[in-house]
Nanobody, 126 residues
Framework: EVRLVESGGGSVQAGGSLRLSCAVS???????????MGWFRRAPGKEREGVAS???????GYADSVKGRFAISTDNAKNTLYLQMNSLEPEDTAVYYC?????????????????WGQGTQVTVSS
């Protein structure tokens, strides 16, 4: 069974930092050689959006709104995905989800061959 469990959310003032963690189990044992891991968020009244991703070759991608402020990383020994969030803004307030998915056909298959955590709340006050 694949499980993703987020932690590290909370409340912080604008300009502050948080680090989200996502403990992943069961995914690597499936033997995927090419895969993606990422963070998404859903703000109140908005659709879920991609925040950052990292692929099995180490390449990363970020939403324009978080470039230069957020950093995604993995610790393969701990099977953990991280999102370091600096210079937080009230607009970053959302539930943050981690996800893991196969990559084929040139795309990360988040919704057709992906696994998701339950989410962790991040609240940034002005």
């Amino acid at each position: 069974e694949v499980r993703l469990v987020e932690s590290g959310g909370g409340s912080v003032q604008a300009g502050g930092s948080l680090r989200l963690s996502c403990a992943v189990s069961g995914f690597t044992y499936r033997g995927y050689r090419v895969y993606c891991m990422g963070w998404f968020r859903r703000a109140p009244g908005k659709e879920r959006e991609g925040v950052a991703s990292i692929e099995s070759d180490g390449s990363t991608g970020y939403a324009d709104s978080v470039k230069g402020r957020f950093a995604i990383s993995t610790d393969n020994a701990k099977n953990t995905l991280y999102l370091q969030m600096n210079s937080l803004e009230p607009e970053d307030t959302a539930v943050y989800y981690c996800a893991a998915a196969q990559r084929y056909g040139g795309r990360c298959r988040w919704y057709s061959d992906g696994y998701w955590g339950q989410g962790t709340q991040v609240t940034v006050s002005s």
